[in-house]
């Protein structure tokens, strides 16, 4: 994984739970219907972070294995997630998932393969996957069709750390077409949105890396800035962050 990738997130697990977009049940009815992804078959979650995508397919009666390395992360999944009979946590990445060969019939990843090295990670899933088995990319890209949408992401801009270089929009379909070469990859995408007040948007805006924390400097500036904006914008007392969930599959 890039330097890093496996940490950055320790400090932001309650506001990543709180205020991360989900991703829309229909995914799962895509790949049941698409790809005769069926109820008894083992699902694994790669950098699955706190389960948002895990439990996605644990609501539909999957049994799931839920990779991550992040300690604090993964024990926040098995808090929120530990009741489901079908959910497998496990300590391993991208690379080294620690999982038997040949034993998954799908991958799924949410929001995350922009961290892993794509060649070693290649090598791993089609060691780990049944034949014909599947990998699902999955990420909720934020739009910035509206003013308000627009402004956010020029907040996002100034007051992030790293956010253009680690922003997950950085991984085009060039890229992803790369990783599932020579098999073909299918794109649907899926309408998604969050809507917030003021105290969700902040919490938001924290949940992302890249983002100053509330012990950081540039806390303050940033949260006055994002309280202008809100004012701005609001309406009834709150604002509509709308996304495209894209989700690529195929087969490796």
Known sequence: MVINSTTRFSNRVEDYVKYRPGYPAEIVKFLHDTYNLTQ????ADIGAGTGISTALFLNKGYRVIAVEPNLEMREKAIELLGSYHGFIPKNGTAENTGIEDNTVSAIIVGQAFHWFDAEKTHTEFKRIL???????????????TSAFEQEYDELIIKH????????????DTEQIEDF??????????FANKQIFDFEGLKGRLLSSSYMPTRNDAGYQPMINDLQALFDKFQR????????????YSGKL
């Open 160 to 171: 992030g750390n790293d956010y253009v270089t680690v922003d997950h929009r950085n991984i």
């Open 180 to 189: 599932f070469n020579p098999e073909p990859v299918l794109l649907e995408i």
């Open 236 to 247: 009834n007392g709150v604002i509509v962050i709308n996304y495209d969930t894209k989700v």
């Open 130 to 144: 049944k034949p014909d088995g599947i990998v699902t990319l999955i990420w909720n890209e934020r739009k910035t």
């Open 40 to 43: 008894d078959k083992l699902i």
